[in-house]
């Protein structure tokens, strides 16, 4: 039996959607809702990454994203929900590893959106694309 990553998911970027959500690639336009995410205490909390100072910074780190996902080290999807475009969360995979087949999931959603099931809904949706 042979294990391999399948490197065609970075051909070109999967939209993704599941009952209530969309998951789609980061837009430029997406920097201001994301650094209210980043810069949130509530959603940083327990997060092992630094708060985004600004929204430059947060422009900057899609720009990051989309180049993860170029080099096959990642895939992170913003969150809408089904209706409207606007960012209300991310959700992805990070550290890739191709040679012992493993990766991290990370995620955050805006507070406002929190206790509705968003998050339980998105990560059965990337568990579903992953395996």
Same mark, same amino acid.
């Given at each position: !039996?042979? @294990?391999?990553?399948?490197?065609?998911?970075?051909?070109? =970027?999967? #939209?993704?959607?599941?009952?209530? @959500?969309?998951?789609? /690639? =980061?837009? %430029?336009?997406?920097?201001?809702?994301?650094?209210?995410?980043? *810069?949130? *205490?509530?959603?940083?909390?327990?997060?092992?990454?630094?708060?985004?100072? *600004?929204? %430059?910074?947060?422009?900057? $780190?899609?720009? &990051?994203?989309?180049?993860?996902? %170029? /080099?096959? #080290?990642?895939?992170?999807?913003?969150?809408?929900? #089904?209706? /409207? /475009?606007? @960012?209300?969360?991310?959700?992805?995979?990070? $550290?890739?590893?191709?040679?012992?087949?493993?990766?991290?999931?990370?995620?955050?959603?805006?507070?406002?959106?929190?206790? $509705?099931?968003? !998050? $339980? &809904?998105?990560?059965?949706? !990337?568990?579903?694309?992953? =395996?």
């Amino acid at each position: !039996m042979s @294990l391999e990553i399948d490197n065609r998911i970075f051909e070109s =970027f999967p #939209k993704l959607e599941s009952e209530r @959500l969309v998951f789609r /690639n =980061f837009e %430029e336009r997406d920097a201001a809702d994301y650094f209210a995410i980043r *810069s949130n *205490s509530k959603v940083m909390e327990f997060m092992d990454s630094p708060y985004h100072k *600004s929204p %430059e910074e947060s422009s900057t $780190k899609i720009v &990051e994203i989309h180049k993860d996902f %170029e /080099n096959q #080290k990642g895939i992170n999807w913003a969150i809408s929900e #089904k209706g /409207n /475009n606007t @960012l209300i969360g991310y959700i992805g995979f990070f $550290k890739v590893d191709a040679v012992h087949f493993r990766t991290e999931i990370g995620y955050a959603l805006k507070p406002d959106f929190w206790g $509705k099931g968003y !998050m $339980k &809904e998105s990560l059965s949706r !990337m568990l579903d694309f992953a =395996f």
